[in-house]
């Protein structure tokens, strides 16, 4: 049984399947999904000030500050919904959010107990992404090679001609990538040092990936 609050954070590139390993690790050990992007939009949602604050920069197209967000995640941290721990998909990004994380949860006595690295090579986070096909009438997601329609480039239950969505083209995931290497792979040497990274293989099957996963959550755990 975990005695006290278990606070985990998922990295990987863009497209490694953080947030469906997230999702199943919250469920898995009872722990709080934490997704900043998710969290961003609730606030904005409900109208709140924080939430207002955001939008006035995402009308604008500018990055919410991390001061901002910070804000929004230390008011998710106080509740009880976060007292056993909590998953934190894609946060931090940047060195800057690895500190502010620290300190959010060391004024709560807690601390990142462990950090889920999904390895996968850009060769293959190309294919994974550039091969989506969006319906844009339902919303359903196919792949060319892995999950293709029953008709090529028409949607399942709609009918309707699938489209490849503007961030999902190769120049745009080139770019993001390049982002990812520059602001956040210098997160795995911070927690590397720190003795609290693990790295599972995010290019197998996801449920063989969330195998590994649940196994090194299990040396947390010890």
């Known amino acids: 049984m975990v005695t006290r609050a278990l606070d985990v954070v998922m990295l990987g590139p863009p497209g490694a399947g953080k947030g469906t390993q997230a999702k199943r690790v919250a469920a898995a050990f009872e722990l709080l999904h934490i997704s900043t992007?998710?969290?961003?939009?609730?606030?904005?949602?409900?109208?709140?000030?924080?939430?207002?604050?955001?939008?006035?920069?995402m009308n604008r197209g500018e990055l919410v500050p991390?001061?901002?967000?910070?804000?929004?995640?230390?008011?998710?941290?106080?509740?009880?919904?976060?007292?056993?721990?909590?998953?934190?998909?894609?946060?931090?990004?940047?060195?800057?959010?690895?500190?502010?994380?620290?300190?959010?949860?060391?004024?709560?006595?807690?601390?990142?107990?462990?950090?889920?690295?999904?390895?996968?090579?850009?060769?293959?986070?190309?294919?994974?992404?550039?091969g989506r096909r969006s319906c844009p009438s339902c919303g359903a997601v196919y792949h060319v090679r892995t999950q293709p329609p029953k008709v090529d480039g028409v949607c399942n239950a709609c009918g309707v001609a699938l489209v490849q969505r503007e961030d999902d083209r190769e120049e745009v995931v080139r770019e993001r990538l390049r982002v990812y290497r520059e602001h956040t792979a210098p997160l795995l040497d911070y927690y590397r040092g720190r003795k609290i990274l693990r790295e599972a293989d995010g290019g197998l099957s996801p449920d063989e990936v969330f195998k590994r996963v649940r196994e090194a959550m299990e040396t947390v755990r010890a």
Do not use: F, W
């Not at 709140?48 to 955001?54: C, I, R, W, Y």
């Not at 230390?74 to 894609?90: E, I, M, P």
């Open 66 to 130: 991390d001061e901002l967000v910070g804000k929004m995640l230390a008011k998710r941290l106080h509740s009880q919904r976060a007292a056993l721990g909590c998953v934190y998909d894609g946060y931090p990004r940047t060195s800057a959010q690895g500190i502010l994380l620290d300190g959010l949860l060391a004024e709560l006595g807690r601390r990142v107990d462990a950090v889920l690295y999904l390895n996968v090579p850009d060769s293959d986070i190309l294919a994974r992404i550039t």
């Open 37 to 57: 992007g998710d969290l961003l939009r609730e606030e904005v949602a409900k109208g709140t000030a924080l939430g207002e604050e955001a939008k006035g920069y």
